[in-house]
């Protein structure tokens, strides 16, 4: 069974710039969630969807974060406009149904200079 | 929301060597989830225990929910056991704990 998908794998992108990550999850996991894991501390969930709707965006910065997860498979991240303080990786998760156990992506390693 | 608190915070074990991490949450929560996160970032699955007793290997994890603590037990450690271990408990949403760094040296 494949993984949790995700790309690029790296990304170095200048202040004020525009950057956009994608995750395919495991086939048929209803449920996908993107966190942002800051150097040194354990991921923190940004968003959380059920087929194509959000459950839980409470920790989003919406001022510059934005998400969707379209015909409820995979999904894009975007930030724009970045700043120094979203260099993080950023990690996509999925899971058969919420409270199921979760199964992570390798990530996207992003550098804000 | 729930806090988690793992303990130590750092570890360093000589190959061969037993450990015990302990995971300590301050709701009841839906399940848990040990992870150990390779030096390349990937977060890889241990074990989903809500409650009771699993072992995988040289791996094992207790988790007792009535007491809200969860231990995860690496015996005969060696070199690839190096990274850092995370607690993630799910109470509405999943909360990671802030990690146990683990060296193991030859």
């Known amino acids: 069974e494949a993984g949790v998908a995700q790309s690029p794998r790296y990304k170095i992108i200048e202040k004020r710039q525009s950057v956009a990550f994608w995750c395919n999850p495991i086939?048929?996991?209803?449920?996908l969630y993107w966190y942002q894991q800051i150097l040194g501390q354990g991921p923190k969930l940004l968003i959380q969807f059920q087929n194509n709707g959000v459950v839980d965006d409470s920790q989003l910065p919406k001022d510059r974060f934005s998400a969707e997860r379209l015909k409820g498979v995979d999904s894009t991240l975007k930030i724009q406009p970045a700043k120094l303080e979203d260099s993080a990786v950023y990690l996509c998760a999925s899971s058969l149904y919420s409270y199921n156990e979760q199964f992570f992506g390798p990530g996207t390693r992003l550098t804000v200079l | 929301g729930i806090q988690v608190e793992q303990s130590p915070p750092d570890l360093i074990l000589q190959e061969g060597a037993n450990s015990t991490l302990r995971c300590n949450f301050s709701d009841s929560v839906n399940n848990l989830q040990w992870f150990h996160q390779n030096p390349w970032g990937q977060l890889i699955n241990l074990f989903y225990i809500p409650s009771g007793t699993k072992q995988n290997g040289r791996l094992s994890a207790t988790t007792v929910a009535t007491e809200r603590y969860s231990l995860l037990y690496i015996s005969s450690s060696q070199t690839t056991d190096s990274g850092v271990y995370f607690c993630a408990v799910t109470h509405y949403k999943l909360s990671f704990g802030a990690g146990t760094t683990v060296t193991v040296r030859a």
């Open positions: 086939s048929g996991h209803a449920t």
